[in-house]
């Protein structure tokens, strides 16, 4: 059974950090390409990152120079590192096998406010 269980989330302030966690099991994650998809009250899926078996990362637009993805295929996880918060990140997050979420697992919730 694929599992992707994130951790990490919670309120924080404009400006402020948070570090997410995908703990993934029930496939060969040390040869998946993994992503970070996020959604917003009323909004569609957004892709936020993603990161390649070796490594390389790419990131959308509204998130690029503030947020990090990283991972660790000896303990089958991968990380956002989310910095310089804004309201608009305000979201539910995910990992995801696939870029769209549709291969997503639960979530965590993502409040930036004051």
């Known amino acids: 059974e694929v599992r992707l269980v994130v951790s990490g989330g919670g309120l924080v302030q404009p400006g402020g950090s948070l570090r997410l966690s995908c703990a993934a099991s029930g496939f060969a994650f040390s040869s998946a390409w993994m992503y970070w998809v996020r959604q917003a009250p009323g909004k569609e899926f957004e892709w936020v990152a993603v990161i390649n078996p070796a490594g390389a990362t790419d990131y959308g637009k509204s998130v690029k120079g503030r947020f990090t993805v990283s991972r660790d295929n000896s303990e089958d996880m991968v990380y956002l590192q989310l910095s310089s918060l804004k309201a608009e990140d305000t979201a539910m997050y995910y990992c995801?096998?696939?870029?769209?979420?549709?291969?997503r697992g639960q979530g965590t919730q993502v409040t930036v406010s004051t």
């Open positions: 995801s096998r696939d870029r769209a979420g549709s291969l």
